[in-house]
T-cell receptor
Framework: SQTIHQWPATLVQPVGSPLSLECTVE??????LYWYRQAAGRGLQLLFY??????ISSEVPQNLSASRPQDRQFILSSKKLLLSDSGFYLC???????????????FGPGTRLTVL | DAKTTQPPSMDCAEGRAANLPCNHS???????VYWYRQIHSQGPQYIIH???NNETNEMASLIITEDRKSSTLILPHATLRDTAVYYC?????????????????FGSGTQLTVLP
C-alpha cells in the first residue's frame, strides 16, 4: 500500500529564516505530487505541483519554491520566511494522469508552520 | 468543476449511521463525485468517489441519485473518531492522456459531530 510522509510535523521559525519541508511517498512510482497551504479556517491553496522529476509548476507567485530531486520526494523551500507564510502545509500525491481517468489525491499528515 | 452545497453541521449518535447529503445540481456527465474528510489538525483523508453507480468501500457508501444532482455519503456505524469536516467535491475526469495535475478545491463542508 502507498504511504505519504511529511516532516517536520510542527515548526516555529523566525521571520527571515530559511525553510525546508520534506515529503516522501512510498509504494508507488512516478506519482503527481502537490504542495498545498491551508490557512486557519480557510480552504486549500495549491502552491506547486509536479508530474515528474525536475518538473515543477507554480500556481501562485510567492517567496516559496519547490523541488523534486527524486521520483518520490518533494521539497518545499524558502530562503527568507515572511509572517504570511504561516499555515498548515500539506503534501499530496495522485496516480500519474497518463495511467488513470481520475485523479484522487492522497494527503500527508501536514506540517504546521508558525513564523514569528 | 461543478459547485456543491452541503449543510454546515450535523450530529450523529455513536453507533448509528451518519448520512451526509450533498447537492450538485449543475454536475455534468463526465464529473465524478468525491468525498474527503478532515479531522482537526490533520491532513484531508480521501473517503470514496463515484460517477453514476453507488459505491462502497471499507470506510463508507456513496449513494448517487439517478439524475446525479445529489448524493449521500453514508458512514454505517459512526464512531467518535469519525468527527470531522466532510467535503463533497465534484471534479471532471482529467483523461488518460493528460499528464497534468489539478488543484483540489474544498468548499465549506459539513462538520459532523458524533456524540457518545
Amino acid at each position: 500500500s502507498q504511504t505519504i510522509h511529511q516532516w517536520p510535523a510542527t515548526l516555529v521559525q523566525p521571520v527571515g529564516s530559511p525553510l525546508s519541508l520534506e515529503c516522501t511517498v512510498e509504494g508507488t512510482s512516478n506519482p503527481n505530487l502537490y504542495w498545498y497551504r491551508q490557512a486557519a479556517g480557510r480552504g486549500l491553496q495549491l502552491l506547486f505541483y509536479s508530474v515528474g522529476i525536475g518538473q515543477i509548476s507554480s500556481e501562485v507567485p510567492q517567496n516559496l519554491s519547490a523541488s523534486r530531486p527524486q521520483d518520490r520526494q518533494f521539497i518545499l523551500s524558502s530562503k527568507k520566511l515572511l509572517l504570511s507564510d504561516s499555515g498548515f502545509y500539506l503534501c499530496a500525491w495522485s496516480v500519474n494522469g497518463r495511467l488513470t481517468s481520475t485523479d484522487t489525491q492522497y494527503f500527508g499528515p501536514g506540517t504546521r508552520l508558525t513564523v514569528l | 468543476d461543478a459547485k456543491t452545497t452541503q449543510p454546515p453541521s450535523m450530529d450523529c449518535a455513536e453507533g448509528r449511521a451518519a448520512n451526509l447529503p450533498c447537492n450538485h445540481s449543475t454536475i455534468s456527465g463526465n464529473e465524478y463525485v468525491y468525498w474527503y474528510r478532515q479531522i482537526h489538525s490533520q491532513g484531508p483523508q480521501y473517503i470514496i468517489h463515484g460517477l453514476k453507480n453507488n459505491e462502497t468501500n471499507e470506510m463508507a457508501s456513496l449513494i448517487i441519485t439517478e439524475d446525479r444532482k445529489s448524493s449521500t455519503l453514508i458512514l454505517p456505524h459512526a464512531t467518535l473518531r469519525d468527527t470531522a469536516v466532510y467535503y463533497c467535491i465534484v471534479r471532471v475526469s482529467i483523461g488518460i492522456s493528460s499528464g497534468s495535475a489539478r488543484q483540489l478545491t474544498f468548499g465549506s463542508g459539513t462538520q459532523l459531530t458524533v456524540l457518545p
